[in-house]
């Protein structure tokens, strides 16, 4: 025998919830039903064959009378129905209403009465179109009524195709066969009944870093709730109120104010209360019928430090996008990624809901159809946790992003950015102050000299330059004259430098000299390289809000701030400034393709489950000769002792 606290447990247990359809198992053996039922009839309607019936005479023999057989006329019966149907599928409700009779024009005085039914059938099954056929044969009963066995299939996203079969009335009003229309012919239970989709999630599947450390997943909770129509006086119902309140902390007015205005036989969810709680109160509340519990899942995150930027957040549906999150098939009131991985994988972590379509009718529901859940997959990243936690100590105390990429396969091994922020408390100081912003995919700055490397391969590209191509650096330049002198970095120049060294070197008159005769030869030229190079669109990467930034020319400057290209434009362009606007993911993107052999991979965050097609890679502008040539130049940076701006950092 159970003891009192297994007792109490069983009441405050999942297998305790209140189902919409009554106790759950009951609803599913109502489905199972109502299946092989369907099933009967699909299979017995194989075999109808269009036939008269033997109307019984006056002395009770079931013989067919001349009267009856020219009164049941199966194959005009027919006609009718195939017209009725074929105006259906064709979306002209103005013929399908001339075909019905009195009684049926009674039911949808007008084709857009007519209209609307199949309107609200189609909107509340969620079905972008429904298709009817006859199936089976006509049959006759001894009233001259013909019944002709109607399915619709309905083509639906969330719950594919299915069929709906029903059945369409038709009768002789003395001058042609006509359809003796009602709700009915719809979907069965519709006259007077409601289509409904009732959806239940399994719990969010969760995230994971490359190397086994758990980021964050679900969370077991339990859903306190009312139902209002099952609470007695209003001393019991105080005495509710007070032993709720001290489960969940709320004001006994707080809880009153959720469940008051709510229809009396709702569960109306009043609290989220942690396991080992509901257990220290489940003695006082099991007390009362109208309090019950069901299982839930909160989101947890069990290294809330780590990586809050990339994780991101779970929440409501937005209200401005509610709409869009309902046509992929949420009721609009689910927890959903609402930023980073969170909201980049929501459809690989939240999986699918079991859905369950029915007509909930005057008396009874009846199941359309029943598709299962399936249960999301957790994440694992491709983000190594070391490494993430290194990135992030190295940004302690600044602003700005550290991007790792792996040059072989496109995937990110550390994505940090600074200020950073607990996503457990975020505070209004968070959001005044910029921490939320994720500067590695968020973030949009010039690229300085590091946009040096495609001015290169545009001047090489096009032939206005070779690597030995040489220059002469004094330490300015004055390629549009006096009044617009510019200077290298280094005082007094770098003296005769080649294209090569120049990069190297990161020599700023090279650069300008070359954005000049880019410039010469096309104001678009260089905003062309720029977006083969992957600028000015988004990389691709499962993160949503990434900025793809600006990779200008005369056509978007003009479009985006009305002015004119000026040759001066490019030149500035050429080193990296201007209108010219990246992310940090963009350059680490691009120079991860000069060191993979010119391939420009789409970044990725997930390690698996790996998407069934993954994207192909763009190829750089570059002749292998000249990509060998920009790779020396890259390599001399750091071991050029001469002329190499960051050997510096790499001595011993």
């Given at each position: 025998?159970?003891?009192?606290?297994?007792?109490?447990?069983?009441?405050?247990?999942?297998?305790?919830?209140?189902?919409?359809?009554?106790?759950?198992?009951?609803?599913?053996?109502?489905?199972?039903?109502?299946?092989?039922?369907?099933?009967?009839?699909?299979?017995?309607?194989?075999?109808?064959?269009?036939?008269?019936?033997?109307?019984?005479?006056?002395?009770?023999?079931?013989?067919?009378?001349?009267?009856?057989?020219?009164?049941?006329?199966?194959?005009?019966?027919?006609?009718?129905?195939?017209?009725?149907?074929?105006?259906?599928?064709?979306?002209?409700?103005?013929?399908?209403?001339?075909?019905?009779?009195?009684?049926?024009?009674?039911?949808?005085?007008?084709?857009?009465?007519?209209?609307?039914?199949?309107?609200?059938?189609?909107?509340?099954?969620?079905?972008?179109?429904?298709?009817?056929?006859?199936?089976?044969?006509?049959?006759?009963?001894?009233?001259?009524?013909?019944?002709?066995?109607?399915?619709?299939d309905?083509?639906?996203?969330?719950?594919?195709?299915?069929?709906?079969?029903?059945?369409?009335?038709?009768?002789?009003?003395?001058?042609?066969?006509?359809?003796?229309?009602?709700?009915?012919?719809?979907?069965?239970?519709?006259?007077?009944?409601?289509?409904?989709?009732?959806?239940?999630?399994?719990?969010?599947?969760?995230?994971?870093?490359?190397?086994?450390?758990?980021?964050?997943?679900?969370?077991?909770?339990?859903?306190?709730?009312v139902?209002?129509?099952?609470?007695?006086?209003?001393?019991?119902?105080?005495?509710?109120?007070?032993?709720?309140?001290?489960?969940?902390?709320?004001?006994?007015?707080?809880?009153?104010g959720?469940?008051?205005?709510?229809?009396?036989?709702?569960?109306?969810?009043?609290?989220?209360?942690?396991?080992?709680?509901?257990?220290?109160?489940?003695?006082?509340?099991?007390?009362?019928?109208?309090?019950?519990?069901?299982?839930?899942?909160?989101?947890?995150?069990?290294?809330?430090?780590?990586?809050?930027?990339?994780?991101?957040?779970?929440?409501?549906?937005?209200?401005?996008?509610?709409?869009?999150?309902?046509?992929?098939?949420y009721?609009?009131?689910?927890?959903?990624?609402?930023?980073?991985?969170?909201?980049?994988?929501?459809?690989?972590?939240?999986?699918?809901?079991?859905?369950?379509?029915?007509?909930?009718?005057?008396?009874?529901?009846?199941?359309?159809?029943?598709?299962?859940?399936?249960r999301?997959?957790?994440?694992?990243l491709?983000?190594?946790?070391?490494?993430?936690?290194?990135?992030?100590?190295?940004?302690?105390?600044?602003?700005?992003?550290?991007?790792?990429?792996?040059?072989?396969?496109?995937?990110?091994?550390?994505?940090a950015?600074?200020?950073?922020?607990?996503p457990?408390?975020?505070?209004?100081?968070?959001?005044?102050?910029?921490?939320?912003?994720?500067?590695?995919?968020?973030?949009?700055?010039?690229?300085?000299?590091?946009?040096?490397?495609?001015?290169?391969?545009?001047?090489?590209?096009?032939?206005?330059?070779?690597?030995?191509?040489?220059?002469?650096?004094?330490?300015?330049?004055?390629?549009?004259?006096?009044?617009?002198?510019k200077?290298?970095?280094?005082?007094?120049?770098?003296?005769?430098?080649?294209?090569q060294?120049?990069?190297?070197?990161?020599?700023?008159?090279?650069?300008?000299?070359?954005?000049?005769?880019?410039?010469?030869?096309?104001?678009?030229?260089?905003?062309?390289?720029?977006?083969?190079?992957?600028?000015?669109?988004?990389?691709?990467?499962?993160?949503?809000?990434?900025?793809?930034?600006?990779?200008?020319?005369?056509?978007?400057?003009?479009?985006?701030?009305?002015?004119?290209?000026?040759?001066?434009?490019?030149?500035?362009?050429?080193v990296?400034?201007?209108?010219?606007?990246?992310t940090?993911?963009?350059?680490?993107?691009?120079?991860?393709?000069?060191?993979?052999?010119?391939?420009?991979?789409?970044?990725?965050l997930?390690?698996?489950?790996l998407?069934?097609?993954?994207?192909?890679?763009?190829?750089?502008?570059l002749?292998?000769?000249?990509?060998?040539?920009?790779?020396?130049?890259?390599?001399?940076?750091?071991?050029?002792?001469?002329i190499?701006?960051?050997?510096?950092?790499?001595?011993?």
């Open positions: 025998m159970a003891s009192r606290e297994e007792h109490l447990l069983l009441k405050f247990a999942p297998n305790a919830e209140v189902h919409p359809f009554g106790r759950y198992n009951r609803c599913v053996n109502i489905r199972r039903i109502a299946l092989v039922h369907a099933a009967m009839l699909l299979a017995a309607c194989s075999s109808l064959r269009a036939t008269s019936i033997p109307v019984p005479d006056s002395a009770g023999d079931a013989r067919p009378t001349q009267a009856a057989a020219a009164r049941v006329d199966i194959g005009a019966a027919a006609t009718a129905a195939e017209s009725f149907v074929n105006a259906l599928n064709a979306g002209d409700y103005g013929r399908a209403h001339e075909l019905l009779d009195a009684a049926g024009r009674s039911e949808a005085p007008t084709p857009a009465d007519l209209q609307a039914a199949y309107d609200e059938a189609r909107t509340d099954g969620r079905s972008e179109t429904m298709t009817a056929r006859l199936v089976g044969g006509l049959v006759a009963d001894a009233n001259g009524l013909v019944t002709a066995q109607l399915a619709t309905w083509q639906s996203r969330l719950l594919d195709t299915f069929p709906v079969t029903t059945n369409l009335t038709l009768v002789d009003d003395g001058a042609e066969w006509r359809v003796r229309w009602t709700r009915d012919a719809v979907a069965p239970g519709f006259d007077g009944g409601k289509i409904r989709l009732q959806q239940s999630w399994l719990p969010r599947a969760g995230i994971m870093t490359a190397d086994g450390v758990e980021i964050a997943g679900p969370s077991e909770r339990r859903q306190v709730g139902q209002r129509s099952r609470i007695g006086d209003a001393a019991e119902e105080q005495r509710m109120l007070t032993a709720l309140a001290k489960a969940t902390g709320l004001s006994e007015d707080e809880i009153r959720k469940y008051a205005d709510a229809p009396a036989d709702w569960f109306v969810p009043i609290a989220l209360v942690p396991v080992e709680t509901l257990g220290e109160y489940a003695a006082q509340l099991e007390a009362f019928p109208a309090v019950t519990a069901r299982a839930a899942f909160v989101r947890e995150r069990y290294q809330p430090e780590f990586a809050p930027h990339l994780i991101g957040s779970v929440g409501p549906i937005p209200a401005e996008v509610v709409d869009d999150y309902r046509a992929r098939g009721s609009g009131d689910e927890i959903v990624g609402r930023s980073g991985l969170e909201a980049g994988a929501e459809a690989i972590l939240s999986g699918q809901p079991e859905r369950v379509l029915y007509v909930a009718g005057r008396d009874r529901q009846r199941l359309l159809v029943e598709r299962p859940a399936v999301g997959e957790s994440v694992e491709t983000i190594r946790s070391t490494l993430q936690m290194s990135a992030q100590q190295l940004l302690e105390g600044r602003r700005g992003a550290i991007v790792v990429m792996d040059v072989r396969d496109g995937a990110v091994r550390a994505m950015s600074a200020p950073t922020f607990d457990t408390n975020v505070r209004q100081a968070d959001v005044d102050g910029g921490a939320l912003l994720n500067r590695a995919v968020q973030g949009l700055y010039p690229p300085g000299s590091t946009f040096k490397i495609v001015t290169m391969a545009a001047a090489l590209g096009e032939g206005l330059a070779q690597p030995d191509t040489a220059f002469q650096d004094n330490g300015t330049w004055s390629g549009y004259g006096a009044d617009f002198v200077t290298c970095w280094r005082e007094g120049g770098h003296g005769r430098i080649t294209l060294n120049g990069l190297t070197a990161s020599c700023n008159i090279v650069f300008y000299e070359v954005g000049k005769w880019l410039e010469e030869k096309s104001s678009h030229l260089l905003g062309d390289y720029a977006r083969r190079f992957g600028f000015g669109a988004p990389t691709g990467i499962e993160l949503t809000g990434e900025q793809g930034g600006n990779a200008p020319d005369p056509d978007y400057v003009q479009q985006a701030y009305g002015t004119t290209w000026r040759p001066g434009d490019t030149v500035n362009m050429a990296g400034q201007g209108y010219l606007l990246v940090p993911l963009q350059i680490a993107r691009m120079t991860a393709a000069i060191a993979d052999g010119g391939l420009l991979r789409t970044p990725r997930i390690g698996a489950p998407p069934q097609t993954a994207p192909e890679p763009q190829t750089a502008p002749s292998a000769e000249h990509l060998a040539a920009i790779q020396e130049a890259m390599l001399g940076v750091t071991t050029n002792a001469r190499g701006t960051t050997t510096y950092r790499f001595a011993n």
